[in-house]
């Protein structure tokens, strides 16, 4: 799983316009959990948590979400929590709805939560064998920095692509040791 990274002060990338595209934070739980499948119990609990959930409309239309997390973050799949330091954001399961994709939502949902997370100044994202996913993320400026190291079905450890302290910090805010790195 590949991690990639925005900090406040980095440019962002001018993304081709979408007209009638916005963004915005919601607790529309019916609406959130028609769209992601979830049940409305576990949208409660990800809110109880302290996450933040945007929607992005083309129109009045919703086309797509993502969770923000600001205090405990998680990649249940491979067993991983971690505490989200002050002042960084975990943003984790993003969706485009089916007849959407391909048009660039991705990548301004993306910035748009840069834009309306001001306090925020450390941005970090994870996808995992999908391209289009790390096309999007990289076309809204993100820095792709590190990779998890995976032994069986758990985390073993981080790998960074870079000398930077953009990857340094990866494996402080994961708290995960470095394995290997450039």
Do not use: C
């Not at 002060?9 to 609406?31: K, N, R, V």
């Not at 985390?155 to 930077?164: K, N």
């Amino acid at each position: 799983m590949t991690f990639a990274t925005w900090w406040r002060g980095d440019s962002l990338p001018t993304l081709p316009p979408l007209p009638t595209f916005s963004a915005h934070f919601s607790t529309d739980t019916q609406l959130i959990a028609r769209l992601s499948n979830h049940s409305p119990q576990a949208i409660a609990t990800r809110f109880q948590m302290g996450n933040r959930l945007y929607l992005a409309f083309m129109g009045e239309v919703p086309v797509a979400y993502g969770w923000a997390a600001t205090q405990q973050g998680s990649i249940s799949a491979l067993q991983l929590s971690f505490a989200i330091p002050s002042g960084n954001s975990y943003l984790y399961n993003f969706l485009t709805v089916p007849e959407w994709r391909g048009r660039g939502i991705y990548p301004h949902l993306l910035q748009a939560i840069i834009h309306q997370e001001p306090l925020v100044h450390r941005f970090w994202i994870a996808y995992h064998d999908n391209e289009a996913s790390g096309r999007g993320i990289r076309k809204a400026g993100f820095h792709v920095v590190s990779d998890l190291v995976v032994s069986g079905d758990r985390v073993s450890g981080i790998t960074l692509f870079e000398s930077s302290e953009r990857a340094q910090a990866s494996a402080d805010v994961f708290h995960l040791p470095v394995i290997a790195g450039t």
